[in-house]
């Protein structure tokens, strides 16, 4: 598996990917998730004018929370009393046209777009954390979810950190970078999210949530928050993950809090430099796995065979069910992911499976090459599986067909890493997954990476007369 701090070739173009790409710095709206709202305040002084009004509109002060939304850059803001609405960046009752700001994918817009600044060849954590910030635009924006094969962990060490953790006016845990008994990780994590962990350790693991950019946040808004995520394990197992959900609803992180709204405006605006920290005894040599999303079970093993186990789900295909026509359907694709599977004392950033996905051996939704999508489409059609209307266009109604394919007992009996199986189509898949028709007398089977789009065509290349 690929590791923190190389520098092989597979560094390089990730870096080139990331530099290329521009990557939005504003949210994404999900549909399932709570919206934040762009907060105004007025300041009152003695500005020389004469009615109130006049003095709130000259010291209107905006807690700006975009979103893209519908193509464009919008924000959600009381546009009347207590009446909230969707509306353009910088709307104006007077002027909406003139503030609206379209967005179209891996545009360049200054202020609203960035780049990864390529600094050396090495792939380190500000690379690595980088990474994760586009996979999540990835799956919030074109709905491709891969961060079941990224580690959110991304080895970096917090060494000038200072956390007093008070509830009810008693301190019951500092987070010091210089206690010499822990080491305290870092890493990046979004709001409303449940991030699964795997870490092996007799001893207590503690963590919590807070502000840190370049140095340590001093926003009093959010001086609560640390208190309010902190969760305390007294032993954990690798192999049985849990799971950490103090940032997933608005209840949860706002328990404590009197005016709800003003701590999230300011909590979303702080959300680029919102980490988790992880206090670890200094003697745990453990592989660290952190996975944005709720993967506990996924990797349960089931006996296959006589004293032979199989990590592999027993319940995969249970949560997909025929017919498999409804394109928006929101099935789960259960599947055991490598990043779990084993504790090696070395955590790694990122799955083997990524790799394909990024170097862009996948087929995806965003493959640029319709005869890929289309020879996957022929191989369902032979088996009466799925008939697509429009060739060489990519339908989720292939995924589940895929997906359960691939979790068949024989599949997993006779492939050794049957890992990160997403319902999209991966070197595995193209290999693996047959049609019906045999191609000679040695049982040749057809299958998508075979599959000939074009048999009259280069006949006295392939051999034929």
């Given at each position: ?22 990557l ?18 007025h ?8 009615t109130?009004?006049?003095v ?103 060494s000038?950190l ?33 991030y ?12 919590c ?9 001093t926003?009093q ?29 608005i ?31 200094v ?38 069910e ?68 429009y ?54 089977w ?20």
């Amino acid at each position: 598996m690929f590791k923190f701090n190389s520098n092989h070739i597979l560094t390089g173009y990730i870096k080139q990917l990331l530099h290329s790409f521009n990557l939005p710095k504003v949210r994404v709206f999900v549909e399932n998730e709570p919206p934040i709202k762009t907060l105004v305040y007025h300041k009152i002084g003695d500005s020389g004018l004469t009615t109130k009004d006049d003095v709130n509109k000259a010291n209107e002060v905006l807690m700006y929370v975009p979103y893209i939304r519908n193509g464009r850059i919008e924000e959600y803001r009381e546009t009347s009393a207590n009446n909230w609405e969707w509306v353009p960046k910088g709307w104006s009752s007077k002027k909406l046209s003139t503030h609206t700001h379209f967005y179209e994918y891996n545009e360049r817009m200054p202020n609203y777009t960035k780049n990864l600044e390529i600094k050396n060849n090495i792939y380190d954590s500000y690379t690595h954390e980088y990474l994760g910030d586009y996979l999540r635009f990835q799956r919030d924006y074109n709905h491709i979810n891969l961060m079941p094969l990224y580690n959110c962990f991304s080895n970096r060490i917090c060494s000038n950190l200072s956390l007093n953790i008070i509830k009810n006016n008693i301190s019951i845990s500092t987070f010091s970078g210089s206690d010499t008994k822990y080491k305290i990780y870092m890493l990046p994590i979004k709001l409303f999210k449940e991030y699964t962990i795997a870490i092996d350790s007799d001893l207590a693991i503690e963590i919590c949530c807070g502000i840190y950019g370049k140095y340590q946040g001093t926003n009093q808004a959010l001086k609560d928050l640390p208190a309010t995520t902190y969760v305390k394990l007294n032993s954990t197992n690798f192999n049985r993950p849990f799971l950490y959900d103090n940032l997933a609803t608005i209840d949860l992180l706002t328990k404590n809090v009197e005016d709800r709204d003003t701590f999230l405006n300011n909590l979303a605006q702080n959300e680029l430099n919102l980490k988790m920290f992880i206090k670890v005894p200094v003697g745990v040599n453990s592989s660290i796995t952190i996975l944005e999303g709720n993967y506990i079970g996924w990797n349960d093993t089931i006996n296959v065979s006589k004293n032979k186990y199989k990590s592999y789900p027993n319940y995969a295909i249970n949560n997909i069910e025929k017919p498999y026509l409804n394109e928006n359907a929101n099935y789960k694709y259960i599947t055991s992911l490598q990043l779990l599977e084993l504790n090696t004392t070395e955590s790694y950033p990122f799955a083997d499976r990524l790799i394909e996905y990024l170097i862009g051996n996948a087929i995806t939704p965003l493959d640029k090459l319709p005869d890929n999508i289309e020879r996957a489409q022929k191989v369902l059609e032979i088996n009466n599986l799925l008939t697509s209307p429009y060739k060489g266009i990519w339908s989720n109604t292939m995924m589940p067909i895929i997906y359960s394919y691939m979790n068949t007992a024989n599949i997993n009996n006779t492939t050794s890493n049957n890992y990160d199986i997403l319902g999209y189509i991966d070197k595995d898949v193209e290999t693996l997954f047959k049609n019906k028709q045999i191609g000679n007398a040695n049982n040749n089977w057809h299958t998508i990476a075979s599959e000939d789009l074009y048999t009259n065509i280069y006949k006295s290349d392939k051999g034929d007369s």
